[in-house]
């Protein structure tokens, strides 16, 4: 008996023993990704490698967060709140440096937008191997056309604030110098041509994504940046379909109801129903990954909420009475919102600091909601008609052989949407001032008129006594994490004054 | 009930005794302890054959067929075995000593060694010391015992941080755990009541049995098993209560709105509307938390088995509100012989439930309750679920803290199961065979149910969230070895080891959330506004094990061992793993001419080896896509696919090599002993997240994995132990001393520093970090010179001109002298590492009581006190400390008017506080009393037919800190097991002071 148990038991862990010698099963796959090897092999595989490049413009280092706290603050558009937490506030006085997050996330979430892009476009030659029957030639080109114009779009936003730029046009892990602020242009000119060339029109494609129209709209908006305003024009007299929102209506511009309406060129989208991740965490800083579908905008500029910016007196003084915008864009003690049944008090615009005359409207949900939450869905409509008139209006004033009398009926379709007359000396001086002040008051909240400050070059007498100094506050520091670790882009090489 | 339980012992103890073989000589006698009250169950054999006895109840005992030369051993767990020649007599006494550390048998990889022939650096801890303090969580039990060990305790439930010999990785440094050979990575299901002994092993000719594993040290745990002789029930049990008495001294309501005031904010409208209460937000969320534990073991043998059986409850509350822990573990240990054959079986089940302390916003209850305003009350029955919090006119951040732990809930439950079973055999005299298959499993279900809640307009929620993760994994581990012990010509001693082992691990993971906006009613998840994901790793590992032992006389000690190793975390080009070690050891006490000294131990030793690490995550060779990107197109979502993290085909083990010399001596009988250790270890091939440069847009925070840093560690480490006695009394003594000093040595090439860490407060800078030269994670930051008192002052530093810094300010030291403040001023401004820690245990007992006095503390570390930003950092409008009501004013005149200041002005530039700089850098060196406890024990006739002893006791822990460092708690938890965030203060859970009352039975 005793025998044969110790017979049984030996056997038994001596099976053990001869399997434990196996070590073919060391080799594993991970079972929770998928592989580059076996990719781009279906038209939803390739779909969804161009759709990875769009989920980097919803990130709070751009349009979840940073970006309209940026750019508003540093146009004087909104003053800050005391409030205002610390990496935000240097952008209103430009005491920011190469440090401030803010920045490093802008940084970072372009770049990993454009190393989205060129992922797509590295695998062109896959793409196009595909037999027709799985992807037709049509959609090859659209989809690498998406890629082109993401590219582009993350390069446009990174060449406003850093000029020189490294380029890359493949993944890599290899890093570059700074190219000069011209081949950016260059390949950013590139890609937006390929892209016009080879995306579908807003008629067909599905919305949300980009299209020749709004390919042809940033064409022209790079274009007019670089002051090459005829080409400008052939290219924006191309965005055609669209029309501005009827007058009374300005208002839909900044819905979610009428995301995507006849005024609206390119959006960034938002969607809280498909899920807000957290709204804290690191990776949403940059990472692009994640179901952050809602942005914080809401919550941070509402009176009644956060209300962690409001809008800049100067802003406020530079309405014509009768300017229909205003209604539109700013909330004011008598104010109805909640679908007109409730009104703004005067004690809704509280601030620790007492109280103030105002808040913002555009992109709030105050309209249809009596509270803002840290969830909004409403897209950012980044390229309206309006823009497009607008920016026409500034090719024809400033083109040689252009016609000011052109340009002020470009800008009259805008003021007369406004509820405003539209007389304005046709001189280029005259028509010049009239685009200043109609960009100023038709985009104020929506990150237009730092830009325009900066291209026009009159950041000494606009942005006098906040802070600017000219030869130094045009561009934004190199972050420190990206001298830190590319060999090639030093601190020393920072951009002049940082 | 215990009676029964006794009647059935009795039963139990006559079929045991019936076993004895009849032989001619009888000796009787009676064991006891050293303060002399019996021991019952105490083990006395006659060397060399099987012939033995227990003690009974009373500690009597009665051993047949003994000769007068034979040697008899008197042994009983936790003191100091006793060997008698019998001779003439036919009475012995025996009173057994008190264990020192000199155990005769030390745990070490695949098997035991006697203590004489221990060659590398073991620190062990014996049952005795384990539950000499009320622990909760076993790993506490080497605070401050075990040299060169620090133990570090969070909130209750959570796994301490442990650290042997100062860090040498910059990822995971937690040791490796083995319970009774089984591989697991804590020791939380475990009672410290099960425990017979843990030894630590610290140097590679320890570890190196373990290799890829064994990196950052190796926990063996050996748990009580049962003994031959008649059963034996005990009972254990205390009850306690914790608490944490300091406090953050913060603004009242009448301080804050004059504070306030001075910021230009006039709150006192807003107080008025809450009727001038002042909330002090800290004492809401600390409380007394009360403990309870209940211990129940029996244990007992027969000739050819040996059972024990034990069950633990343990209930710890928080001392923060809506925290805490409890424990169910359930242990059973058998072994059964049957010939030539042993089977057995280890086997250890626990549930626990934890109430985590829970956060919001990123930021912690503590960071919370400072900063809340103090005008605030806690509840406000008006508002969607009951507490009142900030609105825009207040300030945003801080939330109610009450309301942030007490809505809703968070629990997290596990199940764990470890064990082994495994069968020994000897195949012929020497050569054993032992076949093992041990199983770590576990499950926890962290289930988060927070209901909807207004506070104000700033924290409000309209909906109810619940989420929910299960983590289930599974290691079974395949042990098989041969053991071959033989002697040569009586002195050539030879121990050979080979082992196969196999290790198959898989894990899997379940996460979900979702909204529910219609009712708080349900907490379960629904299919409304859900996210959903799930994981899923295996782990594969194949070792193969090799050591020899040898000894001369027992004088002359040689120990070689190697293990390769095999880990399907790497790639196929760098999947082995070679580690080896080689010790050698003299007991000089041991040669003739030593024979009339003094020391009755005098051994030195030396060993150096190789171990390595492979805690990286699973995978990480091979090239992945990300496909968690989203987009809404359309009016739906477009999910979105993309190149993952920068792979690393080429990612191989980090490795160290360890050096150790030793000595250790025994004077006067053993009376006085000790070691003494010296270590000198360098790691290379340093996993380390190499940073690549941010505009390559690489995926997952932009790092590739790559084996590029070393690091050098070295230290030494002095333990001394002292006992004596004095007819009734006994003391002993037990010092011990530890310095570890760690530097890099090598970066990536082209990378001469990088930063990280957790930042001090969410969007600040940054401030751990690597340079070549410098030690793990030192505090890089500003240096700062008092307050700036006038402009003359400034300008002198600045020049003329610029407007940000102004009188009032710090003075940042601009080191450079380039008149302007940019990161090239910074510097080390602090090293997270104590120059040494120390632990000091008195233990005496004097006729029936019985006295423990430990003290541990650390010295020369500083602590980056990021609850200072808060305390002091006044750049928005927040409740801060007392401190700053002494802040700089500028006076009319532009100049400080209060020239003693420390504090800078109110609403200064950025710089006083955005930055890392001196200012939150504190010296947190610390000496502890972490435990008193006086015991009093009643045995003898009165009390015999319901116990034969009982001990009451009396412990405090915690109860005197002396420390210059200002936080709650210079002990402070580290955030998690990576080494960056060693020595920074974010607020976390401080350790209380407790008093506990307990008593153990012995039935």
């Not at chain 1, 802008?106 to 029957?133: H, M, Q, T």
């Not at chain 1, 940059?286 to 905008?297: A, D, V």
């Not at chain 2, 020595?983 to 976390?988: F, S």
Request: hydrophobic residues 35%.
């Amino acid at each position: 008996m005793m025998k044969k148990i110790v017979y049984i038991v030996t056997i038994v862990f001596g099976i053990f023993t001869i399997n434990s010698c196996d070590t073919s099963d060391l080799e594993l796959n991970n079972p929770n990704t998928l592989r580059p090897e076996t990719f781009f092999t279906t038209e939803a595989q390739v779909k969804s490698a161009v759709n990875a490049a769009y989920a980097n413009l919803q990130t709070r280092g751009l349009y979840g967060r940073n970006l309209s706290f940026a750019m508003d603050l540093m146009s004087q558009d909104t003053s800050p709140n005391p409030q205002l937490e610390g990496n935000k506030k240097p952008f209103h006085d430009f005491s920011f440096n190469a440090g401030n997050d803010i920045i490093q996330y802008y940084w970072e979430s372009c770049f990993l937008g454009i190393s989205r892009a060129n992922f797509v476009l590295d695998n062109e030659e896959k793409i196009n191997a595909l037999p027709d029957r799985i992807l037709t030639q049509e959609k090859k080109n659209k989809f690498l056309g998406e890629a082109h114009f993401l590219r582009a779009y993350y390069y446009f936003l990174l060449v406003n604030r850093f000029g020189d730029l490294p380029i890359y046009k493949k993944q890599t892990i290899i890093s570059a110098a700074r190219s000069p602020k011209a081949d950016v242009y260059t390949l950013i000119k590139e890609d937006l041509q390929f892209a016009s060339q080879n995306l579908l029109s807003k008629d067909v494609e599905e919305k949300g994504r980009a299209t020749k129209e709004a390919a042809y709209a940033y064409l022209g908006k790079v274009l007019l940046y670089e002051k090459k305003y005829d080409e400008a024009l052939v290219a924006l007299n191309k965005v055609t379909g669209f029309s501005l929102e009827d007058k009374g209506n300005f208002f839909n511009n900044f819905t979610e109801e009428n995301e995507h309406g006849k005024e609206s060129i390119f959006e960034i989208g938002f969607d809280e129903k498909n899920g807000v991740g957290d709204k804290w965490g690191d990776a949403g800083n940059s990472g692009g990954t994640g179901f952050e579908e809602s942005t914080l905008r809401g919550q941070e500029y509402g009176n009644l909420s956060w209300y962690n910016v409001y809008p800049a007196d100067e802003l406020l003084n530079s309405y014509e009475t009768g300017d229909l915008r205003f209604g539109d864009t700013f909330y004011v003690p008598g104010s109805k919102y909640l679908n007109g049944t409730e009104t703004m008090k005067a004690s809704d615009f509280t601030t620790s600091e007492g109280l103030r005359n105002s808040g913002w409207k555009k992109y709030q949900n105050y309209y249809r909601k009596l509270d803002e939450a840290v969830q909004s869905s409403i897209n950012f409509k980044v390229m309206r008609y309006a823009d497009v008139l607008l920016m026409k209006a500034e090719c024809e004033n400033q083109r040689t052989g252009g016609s000011q009398t052109a340009a002020i009926a470009y800008i009259k379709e805008v003021r007369d949407r406004a509820g405003l007359l539209t007389v304005i000396n046709a001189t280029k001086d005259d028509v010049f001032k009239a685009i200043i002040h109609e960009r100023k008051v038709e985009f104020a909240g929506e990150q237009s008129r730092f830009d325009d400050i900066i291209r026009w070059g009159i950041a000494s007498t606009e942005l006098q006594a906040t802070g600017f100094t000219v030869g130094k506050n045009e561009l934004w520091p190199i972050p420190n994490r990206e001298t830190s670790s590319n060999p090639l882009i030093k601190p020393s090489d920072n951009n002049p004054g940082f | 009930m215990m009676l029964k339980l006794k009647f059935a012992i009795i039963a139990l103890l006559i079929v045991s005794t019936q076993n004895v073989m009849a032989q001619s000589k009888t000796i009787k006698g009676m064991v006891t302890d050293p303060s002399g009250v019996p021991l019952p169950g105490a083990s006395i054999n006659v060397e060399g054959s099987k012939n033995s006895a227990s003690t009974d109840f009373d500690g009597n005992y009665s051993l047949q067929g003994v000769n007068a030369t034979d040697k008899i051993t008197y042994s009983y767990v936790g003191l100091t075995s006793q060997t008698i020649t019998v001779g003439n007599q036919t009475v012995i006494n025996i009173k057994l000593a008190e264990s020192t550390q000199t155990l005769n048998e030390v745990v070490v990889a695949y098997g035991t060694q006697k203590r004489t022939k221990v060659t590398g650096a073991v620190s062990v801890v014996n049952a005795k010391d384990i539950v000499a303090v009320p622990i909760t969580n076993a790993e506490s039990a080497l605070q401050g015992r075990a040299a060169g060990v620090t133990v570090v305790n969070g909130a209750p439930g959570s796994n301490p941080t442990v650290t042997i010999r100062g860090l040498a990785t910059m990822g995971n440094s937690a040791p490796l755990y083995v319970i009774d050979g089984v591989l697991t990575s804590n020791l939380s299901g475990l009672s410290p009541n099960d425990i017979e002994s843990i030894s630590v092993l610290k140097d590679a000719s320890t570890t190196a049995l373990y290799g890829s594993k064994a990196f950052n040290g190796v926990i063996m745990v050996t748990t009580k098993k049962g003994k031959k002789g008649p059963g034996q029930l005990t009972f254990s049990s205390y009850v306690g209560a914790q608490t944490v008495t300091k406090r953050y001294d913060v603004l009242n309501t009448q301080q804050y709105l004059q504070y306030a005031k001075d910021l230009g904010s006039d709150l006192t409208a807003r107080a008025a509307e809450f009727g001038n209460v002042s909330t002090d937000w800290q004492d809401q969320i600390f409380q007394t938390g009360f403990m309870q534990d209940y211990n129940l073991s029996f244990s007992n043998g027969t000739e050819n088995s040996t059972s024990r059986y034990s069950a633990e409850y343990l209930k710890q509350e928080g001392t923060i509100i809506n925290t805490g822990f409890e424990r169910y573990s359930f242990r059973a240990n058998n072994t059964q012989d049957i010939g030539k054959l042993r089977l057995g079986s280890n086997i250890g089940v626990s549930f626990t439930k934890t109430n985590p302390e829970r956060s919001a916003g990123g930021r912690t209850l503590l960071e919370h309750a400072i900063k809340m305003a103090p005008y605030f009350p806690i509840y406000n029955a008006e508002n969607l679920g009951g507490y009142q919090g900030p609105s825009a006119v207040d300030s945003n951040d801080a939330e109610n803290p009450v309301r942030v732990a007490n809505l809703g809930y968070q629990k997290i439950n596990g199940l764990s199961i470890i064990g082994n079973i495994y069968a020994e055999l000897e195949i012929f005299k020497g050569l054993k065979f032992r076949s093992q298959v041990s199983l770590d499993y576990y499950t926890t279900k962290n289930h988060t149910f927070v209901p909807s809640f207004y506070d104000g307009t700033a924290h409000k929620q309209a909906f109810s969230t619940t989420n929910e993760t299960n983590a289930q994994g599974q290691t079974i581990v395949f042990d098989n070895s041969l053991t071959y012990k033989t002697t040569f010509a009586d002195k050539h001693n030879f121990e050979v080891l080979g082992v196969i082992t196999k290790i198959d691990g898989k894990s899997q993971n379940l996460a979900a959330g979702s909204q529910y906006a219609i009712s708080d009613e349900i907490d379960q998840l629904r299919y409304n506004n859900g996210s959903l994901g799930s994981s899923n790793f295996v782990e594969k590992n194949i070792g193969y094990v090799a050591r020899i032992n040898y000894d001369y006389d027992d004088k002359y000690i040689l120990a070689v061992s190697g293990r390769r190793d095999a880990s399907s975390r790497f790639g196929a080009n760098n999947r082995w793993g070679n580690f080896y070690s080689v010790a050698v050891g003299w007991n000089i006490a041991k040669e003739s001419f030593m024979a009339d000294s003094i020391f009755s131990t005098l051994k030195l030793r030396a060993s150096t080896g190789t171990t390595g690490n492979d805690r990286i995550d699973n995978y990480q060779y091979s090239a992945t896509l990300i496909a968690d990107y989203n987009y809404p197109i359309g009016g739906g979502n477009a999910p979105g696919v993309s190149a993952g993290v920068a792979s690393n085909p080429d990612l191989k083990w980090e490795s160290k090599n360890d050096r150790n010399i030793g000595v250790d001596f025994g004077l006067f009988d053993e009376k006085f002993t000790g070691s003494f250790e010296y270590f000198n270890n360098k790691s290379s091939d340093i996993l380390f997240a190499v940073p690549l440069a941010a505009s390559v847009g690489s995926a997952g925070g932009g790092t590739q994995i790559q084996n590029i840093a070393d690091v050098k560690v070295n230290g030494y480490e002095l333990s001394l132990s002292y006992n004596d006695r004095k007819g009734d009394f006994t003391w002993s003594a037990t010092a011990n001393f530890g310095t570890s000093k760690n530097e890099v040595t090598a970066l990536a090439p082209g990378v001469t520093s990088v930063l990280g860490g957790p930042s001090a407060r969410a969007g600040l800078e940054n401030f751990s970090r690597l340079e070549v030269g410098q030690p793990l994670f030192y505090f890089y930051g500003y240096q700062t010179n008092g307050i700036y008192q006038n402009q003359a002052e400034v300008d002198a530093v600045f020049g003329p001109g610029q407007t940000i810094i102004k009188p009032g300010d710090i003075k940042i030291v601009d080191r450079n002298g380039d008149k302007a403040i940019t990161s090239e001023d910074k510097t080390n401004i602090g090293n997270p590492y104590p120059d040494f820690t120390y632990g000091l245990n008195i233990t005496a007992a004097y006729k029936k009581f019985d006295f423990n006095c430990f003290i541990t503390g650390v010295q020369g570390n500083d602590i980056y006190n990021a609850n200072i930003f808060d305390l002091q950092g006044m750049n928005r409008l927040f409740n801060v400390g007392t401190e700053v009501l002494g802040r700089a004013v500028v006076g009319t005149n532009g100049a400080v008017s209060n020239p003693s200041a420390t504090i800078p002005r109110a609403k200064g530039a950025d710089i006083n506080w955005s930055s890392a700089n001196q200012r939150y850098i504190e010296d947190g060196s610390y000496t502890r009393l972490k435990n008193v406890t006086l015991g009093y024990t009643l045995s003898g006739d009165a009390f015999k037919s319901y116990f034969s002893n009982i001990r009451f006791y009396v412990s405090g822990q915690n109860l005197i800190t002396l420390t210059k460092y200002s936080g709650l708690d210079p002990e402070i938890a580290r955030a998690d097991t990576n080494a960056n965030s060693a020595g920074i203060d974010l607020g976390r859970y401080p350790q209380p002071k407790s008093v506990i009352f307990g008593l153990d039975v012995t039935f």
